[in-house]
């Protein structure tokens, strides 16, 4: 956490914001709430507002890999190095007895035919994984540098402290819209929370709110996933499997991820394509080839994951969400009086919402972040 202090300000001591409303249970809103809570003690009252269920979307349906350092030389770098060692420190304080499954891990890149030919397997490989062309695997993150939670036990544990150590409310009901002054959101239902301060952390839906999408877009990306409960977890060692796989030859080459968890589960997720999330994240559908072929890999990867063989516990899809640069979006909306956004996390919002939560309640009630810069995320920028 060597990151220089931002300059970018807002509010003061001397003014302290007493009511601040978070829009969005996912992990986002989820560890902002905690941070803010948890500085602000008995000085403010956060309040978070969910239309469905909380780590409904993308936070419950991810994979949960943490990396230390695979940001570095990106912008983003300083926010995950800062994120990593604030999961570790957060699975100290929450993580026991097991409540979201926090673990080190190692992590390889493996070539993956779908032959199931194992004549060049290498011996070094965990028992479970099956193939041909393993031999070309490679180690590229070690229990120091690499680490899982599972996304939906965490969020919703970090939310549980956040109510029961420092009284955040969490209120059900979809925010229809922000008051620019930052006076209040009202939801759709006809309901107004007042607040001092509004976050607004929707994730892929950031944008149908006016205030947003006069300054940004943000998109989605749809990814399919399954989790599977092979018959001898046991056996299943703790490696996260980074593939390339061409389904057939001459085709395009993929690259699905395999994450054991100490759940005894086993989470594969596929690839991405761009869609328009619906209304609801309760009506997120998986398309059945994608899904079809996630057991493909499954069965390709290893013998014990086949379909036969096998319980499917899940079979899901949800939506990354993606500023137009691609860079997360962090900090106070130009133009509004009090009303901050902390979205566009793509593939790593797991991974750097301890440290988007942690930077912002700084922002929100020091007038500035030092855990991290968080100039380079500015919303400001998309005024240039
Ligand atoms: C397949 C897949 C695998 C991934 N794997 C990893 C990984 O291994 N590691 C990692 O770091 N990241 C991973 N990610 C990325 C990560 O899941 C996301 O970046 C992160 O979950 C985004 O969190 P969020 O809180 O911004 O959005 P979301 O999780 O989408 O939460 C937004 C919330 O807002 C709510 N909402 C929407 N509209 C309204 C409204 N009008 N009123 C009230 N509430 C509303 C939604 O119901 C939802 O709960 C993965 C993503 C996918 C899709």
Redesign the pocket.
Known sequence: MDAEPSTTTAGSNSQLPRRIVI????????CTAYFLASKGSDRVSVTV??????????????????ALDWCDGTPVADLARASFLLHRSLSDLLDGPRAYGYRPLSALSLPLSPSDSTESRSLALPSWIDGSAVSQSRTIGTPETTAQVH?QLFTRTVLSSATAEYGVEVVF????NVEVEGTGVRLRDGRILPADVVVI?????SS??QIISDLFHVSG?K???IVLRPPEPAVISPHALFLSYQPTPGGKILDP?V?PRPTGEVYI?GP?EEATPPDN?EDIAGEPESIALLHQIAGTVSSHLKASVAETVAEQA????CADDKLPVIGKIPGSKNCYV??G?????????PATGAALAELILEGRSTIVNLDPFSPARFLR
């Open positions: 829009c969005g249970g996912g992990v986002i809103g989820v507002v969910e239309r469905s269920s909380i780590a409904c979307a993308a936070s419950g349906k991810a994979g949960g890999f943490l996304p009901g979809e925010v229809q952390a929707l994730g892929p839906w149908r709110l990306l990814a399919h996933s991820e994450y997720c991405t994240p949800c939506f990354l969400p902390a979205t996390h793509t593939c790593w919002g797991i991974l750097n919402a």
